[in-house]
């Protein structure tokens, strides 16, 4: 099953008409990054033919209100990678109402509550933060496979962080351009972490980035007592660049900020989340994202110096967590 360009414009109305003429009989709401290529490709493995929605968190609610009212004959919605947000309990009632079976496998960290008022209205929750949700969809539905278990532990390799398997970073990286995203994880559910083509797009997308992370270490400045907390600006890869921040100055907390103000957050003490929740972000703890709510002001001042009065927020919130 084809996936639809989601986020453009007219892509909703064609997704809803898509849903209703549907032949798979399930729907994978998924986020989309190497993590949500790699659980759709586990997806896969077990049912075959899926019909595949990524997402961004930002717009999670608004395709799950689309799925939720659609017609489910029986069919399995089956999300992962993706929080908990205020309004999936009322539509996941509205998706049960609809006759749709859901489930949900996710590895952000859920408040007790949150998990309570889920697990009211799915048939299934997995919430699991010491695994990808790739790893969670492998161990979930194909426990005894040991194609799914090679394919989630190369995955997780690289949304966890670990960083111990170099074919991981390649993939990562690859991930990067939407446009690969179809392709790698094609290849995953047929049990392939590379091949030519994408060690080839790899190749071209690594000269591209070193200039971007260049700029950014450039501009790299560090704060804080307790910890050293790096900012620069962000100019493209927030991963690797993040990485490569950690590599050359020897900082606890890498934050790497758009011009538009979001960040992401990287961390060696288990804390990011901690942080980022206190610009209006979340993520796991150590590897998150948020927003400074940048004026005008600020938006010029960091354009010219790479520099705002926002970093010694954060970096006050990081040191007063430990």
């Given at each position: 099953m084809r996936r639809l360009p989601f986020r453009q414009g007219k892509a909703l109305p064609e997704m809803v008409e898509a849903l209703r003429s549907r032949r798979a009989r399930v729907v994978h709401l998924t986020h989309n990054d190497l993590d949500a290529a790699g659980?759709?490709?586990?997806h896969r493995m077990k049912f075959g033919e899926v019909f595949t929605i990524f997402s961004s968190v930002?717009?999670?609610?608004?395709?799950?209100?689309?799925?939720?009212?659609?017609?489910?004959?029986?069919?399995l919605l089956s999300i992962s990678d993706l929080g908990y947000q205020h309004s999936a309990e009322r539509l996941l009632r509205k998706a049960r109402s609809q006759g749709?079976?859901?489930?949900?496998?996710?590895?952000?960290?859920?408040e007790a509550g949150e998990r309570e008022s889920i697990r009211e209205v799915v048939d299934l929750l997995h919430v699991d933060t010491e695994r990808c949700a790739c790893g969670i969809a492998a161990v979930d539905l194909l426990p005894d496979d040991p194609m799914a278990a090679e394919v989630a532990r190369v995955v997780c390799d690289y949304d966890l962080w670990k960083n111990e398997d170099p074919r991981s970073a390649i993939l990562g990286r690859v991930l990067?351009?939407?446009?690969?995203?179809?392709?790698?994880?094609d290849r995953l559910s047929e049990g392939v972490i590379l091949d030519d083509r994408i060690r080839e797009e790899y190749r071209k997308i690594?000269?591209?980035?070193?200039?971007?992370?260049e700029r950014s270490v450039a501009r790299t400045r560090i704060l804080g007592n307790r910890h050293r907390i790096a900012f620069a600006p962000l100019y493209g890869y927030p991963s690797e660049t993040a990485a490569e921040i950690r590599k050359r100055f020897g900082s606890d907390f890498e934050v790497v900020?758009?011009?538009s103000?979001?960040?992401s957050l990287r961390s060696v003490p288990p804390l990011s989340h901690l942080v980022a929740r206190q610009f209006g972000g979340g993520g796991h703890p150590h590897a998150s994202g948020g927003t400074f709510p940048f004026s005008l002001v600020d938006r010029i001042r960091f354009f010219l110096l790479g520099e705002t009065p926002h970093f010694h927020r954060l970096a006050e919130v990081a040191e007063s967590l430990g």
């Amino acid at each position: 099953m084809r996936r639809l360009p989601f986020r453009q414009g007219k892509a909703l109305p064609e997704m809803v008409e898509a849903l209703r003429s549907r032949r798979a009989r399930v729907v994978h709401l998924t986020h989309n990054d190497l993590d949500a290529a790699g659980a759709d490709a586990i997806h896969r493995m077990k049912f075959g033919e899926v019909f595949t929605i990524f997402s961004s968190v930002g717009g999670f609610g608004t395709l799950l209100s689309a799925v939720a009212e659609s017609e489910g004959r029986g069919d399995l919605l089956s999300i992962s990678d993706l929080g908990y947000q205020h309004s999936a309990e009322r539509l996941l009632r509205k998706a049960r109402s609809q006759g749709w079976t859901v489930e949900w496998r996710d590895h952000h960290r859920w408040e007790a509550g949150e998990r309570e008022s889920i697990r009211e209205v799915v048939d299934l929750l997995h919430v699991d933060t010491e695994r990808c949700a790739c790893g969670i969809a492998a161990v979930d539905l194909l426990p005894d496979d040991p194609m799914a278990a090679e394919v989630a532990r190369v995955v997780c390799d690289y949304d966890l962080w670990k960083n111990e398997d170099p074919r991981s970073a390649i993939l990562g990286r690859v991930l990067s351009k939407n446009r690969n995203r179809d392709y790698v994880r094609d290849r995953l559910s047929e049990g392939v972490i590379l091949d030519d083509r994408i060690r080839e797009e790899y190749r071209k997308i690594d000269g591209e980035m070193r200039g971007m992370i260049e700029r950014s270490v450039a501009r790299t400045r560090i704060l804080g007592n307790r910890h050293r907390i790096a900012f620069a600006p962000l100019y493209g890869y927030p991963s690797e660049t993040a990485a490569e921040i950690r590599k050359r100055f020897g900082s606890d907390f890498e934050v790497v900020v758009s011009p538009s103000g979001k960040f992401s957050l990287r961390s060696v003490p288990p804390l990011s989340h901690l942080v980022a929740r206190q610009f209006g972000g979340g993520g796991h703890p150590h590897a998150s994202g948020g927003t400074f709510p940048f004026s005008l002001v600020d938006r010029i001042r960091f354009f010219l110096l790479g520099e705002t009065p926002h970093f010694h927020r954060l970096a006050e919130v990081a040191e007063s967590l430990g």
